[in-house]
Structures are given as structure tokens and as C-alpha cells.
């Protein structure tokens, strides 16, 4: 949505599942900074963005790597998929039945 750069890199040292954590802001943050205010955990609602893993434990499966992810602007986890198309990522988030495709590109 071109609000923030997400840094995909090996979850751990040695790890060959990936992570996608929130690494900076493309728009202003609001005094004191951006928290994620729509946590569904009300003891998380305080803590910054900046730094948060949106994308966690994404494993390959053939052409697709598949895991866990998160939207802070909706406080929603969701089993993510993702796909990479040339430069860009094409990253499917599901919860239950619903899901929604989002096209992610490379930061410049």
C-alpha cells in the first residue's frame, strides 16, 4: 500500500524459513510513533510498528512459500502464501474462507 517497507530475511541464523518484519515507514508517523493500536491482544496495543513481523515462518512449497501473517492495520493474523512474479511478491492472506491477494514491490 506503499505506507511502510517490509525486510524478508531468514527467520534465525541457519533458518530456511523466512520472516518479513516491518523495517521503515514510507509515510509520517504520528507523534511518539506508530503502535499497533488494533492489536487483538490489548497488552501489545502499545508496542511500536517499527520492527513488528508482519510474515513469519514462510517455508517453500515447490514455487510458493507458505506461513503465518499479520496485518496491524486490521489486528488480524492469517495463513499467508507467497509467490514471487519477476520483481514483485504476490502475497495471498486467508482466514477461514476469505482471502485476498495483495502485489508487493521491491523497494527502491
Do not use: H
Amino acid at each position: 500500500d506503499g505506507k511502510a517497507v517490509i525486510t524478508i530475511a531468514p527467520c534465525s541464523s541457519g533458518s530456511a524459513a523466512l520472516c518479513g518484519r516491518i523495517s521503515r515507514f514510507l509515510v509520517p508517523e504520528p507523534a511518539g510513533g506508530a503502535r499497533d493500536t488494533n492489536n487483538p491482544n490489548a497488552s501489545l496495543r502499545e508496542r511500536p510498528l517499527m520492527g513488528v513481523q508482519v510474515l513469519s515462518n514462510l517455508t517453500r512449497d515447490g514455487e510458493r512459500w507458505s506461513g503465518r501473517g499479520y496485518s496491524p492495520e486490521e489486528g488480524r493474523n492469517f495463513n499467508a502464501t507467497v509467490r514471487v512474479d519477476g520483481g514483485r511478491l504476490n502475497v495471498r492472506g486467508c482466514v477461514a474462507v476469505f482471502c485476498r491477494t495483495v502485489v508487493w514491490t521491491r523497494a527502491s
